[in-house]
């Protein structure tokens, strides 16, 4: 997964996402777009204090933390023209369109890996 500068982060993070920094702060946007500050993941509840911009945020790198969906909930959107990712434990993607969904064999994923990856779903 790239990191991005805080520039990109904003541009890129949705509402409902999650971007976190090399130092593990995070920052979130609240139901009126209004980026909001956290020390960590677990605190974030849009209550977070709003995020101002400083000469420290120059060289920050984020990235942006998936949102993640069952499997069943992936198929769904995919079943609806949706582009879906499966992503491994060291944050690989993989994405799977039409062409590969329909000619899955044991080399391009195992039943296991679709059980218990981590999905996602693309706007």
């Given at each position: 997964?790239?990191?991005?500068t805080t520039g990109q982060m904003i541009d890129q993070l949705k509402i409902g996402e999650v971007a976190e920094d090399e130092n593990g702060w995070c920052?979130?946007?609240d139901e009126e777009r209004v980026l909001r500050f956290y020390?960590?993941?677990?605190e974030i509840d849009g209550k977070g204090t709003k995020?101002?911009?400083s000469n420290e945020?120059?060289?920050?790198k984020w990235?942006?933390?998936p949102k993640f969906v069952?499997?069943?909930?992936a198929i769904r959107a995919f079943k609806e023209g949706k582009l879906i990712k499966s992503w491994t434990d060291n944050d690989y993607e993989i994405h799977y369109g039409e062409y590969l969904l329909n000619n899955l064999t044991e080399e391009t994923i195992t039943f296991n890996e679709i059980l218990n990856a981590k999905w996602t779903i693309e706007d």
């Open positions: 997964m790239d990191k991005l920052v979130a946007f020390s960590s993941r677990d995020y101002w911009i945020d120059t060289n920050a990235r942006i933390i069952s499997f069943e909930k």
